[in-house]
Structure formats: structure tokens, C-alpha cells
């Protein structure tokens, strides 16, 4: 009974533990995080970074979370992970508006594209089009996407969120939001799109 117990108590700790790591590295928390250390190291005055990252929270992270918990408060969604794949239809789609909205402000700004987004919004069409065939975790595929923009600057920062990406993944496994293939799925998509970013902006360097 003891041991029955104690193994109860573990499968429980675990999924809630599962739990806060799939919140704490919810794609739009990622690419804040990685949107802050990127103003603090990429060269750039203080002024041009407070713009950018201002664009970027009330243009696209605000809008989505907003969406999202709207969506979620109205039960259009099942939760926060739009773990649906029928219900993702309409969140990719607005995730792609606020990214045009987005390149297309930043644009008006700055006469140039912001090349970062840009891709980010590639990875979005990507993955709305795998949906049609096989619900790909953007847990895992956005947080790899951030492993590759941290190693852009530090390799020592990409081993370190490419770990917590390997976690996260896990935790997707085990609170059941995904099978192994839609992980493999999300991880090659993420894989092919980071290689293509980072690629592209060696050239434009």
C-alpha cells in the first residue's frame, strides 16, 4: 500500500511538474525572453532596441496571449496550449496577421525588414501547413527556433535552452499534449527553418 502510494504521489509530482515547465516555456514566454537578452546584446542603442521590442510585445506577444486567454475564457479553446489541432486553425492565422502587421510597422520605421521575424513568420506558415497532415508541437519547434537565435550569440546559451527544449519536449510527452512524431515533426520543421535564418543572415553580414 505504502509503495502504491509513493508511486501514485511520484506520477503525480511528475505531471505537475510536466506542467509548470510546458507554462514556463510556452513558446510566446520563450521568444519574450529571448526578444529581452537580444536588446541587451545585439550592439544596437537603447532608443532603436526599446522600439523594436516595444513593436514587438504590444504587436505580436500581447495581441496573442490576449487571444489566446480570450479564446480559451470563452471556450473556443481547450487550454492555453490550443493542444486542438481543428482549434489551431484559427490561432495560426491570427499569429501570422500580427507578424505582417508587425513587418509590415517595423517596415514603415525602418525602410529594412526585420529579418528575425520574418522567419519566425515562415516557421508559422510551416507549421499551419503541417497541421493539415500531422499536429506538430510548437512547443518544441519554437523553442528550438530560440535554442538557435541564443547559440547565434552565445553557444553556450543555445546548449543551455536546447536542453530546456529537450525537456520541454518531454513534458509534452508526459501531460500527453503530443506523441513522439508530432516532437520529431515539430523539431525537423524548427530545424530546417533555424538553418535557413541562420544561413540567410550570414550572407546579409
Not at 14 to 33: D, G, N
Not at 132 to 140: D, E, I, R
Not at 176 to 186: D, F, P, Y
Amino acid at each position: 500500500m505504502y509503495i502504491w502510494g509513493l508511486k501514485k504521489f511520484m506520477q503525480l509530482s511528475i505531471y505537475q511538474l510536466s506542467q509548470w515547465i510546458s507554462k514556463i516555456f510556452h513558446p510566446i514566454i520563450s521568444l519574450t525572453i529571448f526578444f529581452v537578452y537580444y536588446g541587451l546584446n545585439n550592439g544596437k542603442g537603447i532608443k532603436e532596441n526599446s522600439l523594436q521590442f516595444g513593436l514587438v510585445f504590444g504587436i505580436i506577444i500581447l495581441p496573442i496571449a490576449f487571444w489566446i486567454t480570450w479564446n480559451v475564457k470563452n471556450q473556443r479553446y481547450s487550454n492555453a496550449d490550443v493542444s486542438d489541432r481543428n482549434q489551431r486553425k484559427t490561432l495560426y492565422f491570427f499569429i501570422e496577421g500580427m507578424q505582417m502587421v508587425y513587418l509590415l510597422v517595423y517596415y514603415f520605421i525602418n525602410q529594412e525588414v526585420d529579418l528575425m521575424v520574418l522567419f519566425i513568420l515562415i516557421l508559422t506558415i510551416v507549421m499551419q501547413m503541417s497541421n493539415y497532415f500531422v499536429k506538430s508541437s510548437m512547443h518544441t519547434a519554437f523553442n528550438v527556433l530560440v535554442a538557435f537565435l541564443f547559440f547565434s550569440y552565445s553557444p553556450l546559451l543555445g546548449i543551455i535552452w536546447g536542453t530546456i527544449t529537450l525537456i520541454v519536449a518531454i513534458s509534452r510527452l508526459i501531460l500527453k499534449r503530443h506523441t513522439l512524431s508530432e516532437i520529431i515533426w515539430g523539431t525537423l520543421i524548427s530545424f530546417v527553418v533555424s538553418f535557413a535564418y541562420l544561413y540567410t543572415q550570414s550572407l546579409l553580414n
